[in-house]
């Protein structure tokens, strides 16, 4: 692991950290909040590639163990890992790995809609499949109501999809990827 490496990766926790300072929405008929942070997990993803994004969620992920309050709302600590947004936060290394996965497989050609496309595939069908399904089981909710009430995410979900595609393209010239792909 490169000490560059490790930097992108504390570079982009300190960013979803950041953007848990909007304040969350909370949806009141389910026990996990709109958040700005998923915005992050996608761009973390698209701009960092498969291993610095996944290692970027999983910093996240020590830093919320840690009890740091790094989540909207100043929240951390083992009792959100297992609480209702536990499979959310869990998916995210998943999801930005893949979405890195893809982004660095198409990088010489990447194109907004590519983005924008495995975005949509794993920053929010993956993680709100994983995350709805185990909001069920912890909240002891049959999962067709689980994946009902995650619905409610979706718009705001396919919005941060495209945000982060567009934001990437335009960071695109100081990528690492782009460094990689030279
Ligand atoms: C937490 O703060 O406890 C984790 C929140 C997880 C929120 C999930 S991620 C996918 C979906 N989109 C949102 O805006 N909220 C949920």
Partial sequence: MKTKELVYAALFAALITVLGLIPP???GFIPVPITAQTLGVML???FLGKRMGALSLVVFIILIALGLPVLTG???GLAVLVGP?????FSWPVAAGLIGWYSEKIWPKVQTWKLVVVNLIFGVLLVNLIGASIMAWITNT?????LAGASAFLPGDIIKAVIAA???MQLKAISPI???AQ
């Fill in 166 to 168: 567009v934001i990437t």
């Fill in 142 to 146: 049959p999962v067709w109501a689980g």
């Fill in 25 to 27: 929405l909370p949806l």
């Fill in 85 to 89: 947004s536990a499979g959310y936060i």
């Fill in 178 to 180: 782009e460094e990689k």
């Fill in 74 to 76: 100043g929240r951390g």
């Fill in 44 to 46: 973390t993803g698209c």
